[in-house]
């Protein structure tokens, strides 16, 4: 019942089809539901909305700063179009490939820093194997999936914590002089 409430999610390796590509892998092993909202979850979520225009409203400042703190990094910063608003639900950037990815994520979580991976493409999660889907069927998800992290990004983070999440992560990233294809 509780993967079910959960997508049908697992992040238990003995349930996987396969290792894990990293700490932030799950597998969708069958077909589920989000039943995760109480009453009370109800009303808070109420209450918020009420705050949504000043959250987005915090989230853009953010990401725009992140934007500004990241420029002389290697690193691909997430593309806003000028001709809509997102809600910067996340803040996911791209490394260079997936072994830097590894190891950057890697890093940032040692140092106590939430970045998470997101998201897996859902072609290759197990349930969908049922469908026929093999890896390679849409490599520009794949691509994008083995350089991403996310980024933590929510009203509440400031500016300090903003600068340590930069800081450790150029500190994670390779540095390009000591690098072979430098």
């Known amino acids: 019942m509780r993967r079910l ?96 990815r590894r190891h950057v994520f890697q890093a940032l979580r040692d140092a106590g820093i939430g970045v998470n991976v997101h998201y897996i493409p859902v072609h290759t999660q197990p349930d969908f194997q049922q469908f026929s889907f093999v890896r390679g069927d849409f490599p520009v998800a794949e691509a994008y999936y083995t350089r991403a992290i996310s980024l933590p990004l929510f009203p509440k983070l400031t500016e300090a914590q903003q600068d340590e999440v930069c800081l450790q992560l150029a500190a994670g990233l390779p540095d390009p002089v000591s690098s072979p294809s430098a």
Request: no cysteine; glycine share 6%.
């Open 5 to 100: 409430r959960t997508h049908g999610i697992t992040r238990d390796p003995t349930r996987m089809q396969g290792p894990p590509d990293g700490p932030w892998d799950y597998h969708q092993i069958e077909l589920g539901y989000n039943y995760r909202m109480t009453d009370i979850q109800a009303a808070l979520g109420h209450r918020q909305l009420q705050r949504l225009d000043d959250y987005v409203a915090r989230r853009h400042r953010l990401a725009e700063r992140y934007d500004r703190l990241l420029a002389d990094l290697p690193v691909q910063t997430p593309d806003q179009d000028p001709r809509h608003r997102s809600a910067l639900h996340l803040y996911p950037i791209q490394v260079s490939d997936g072994e830097t």
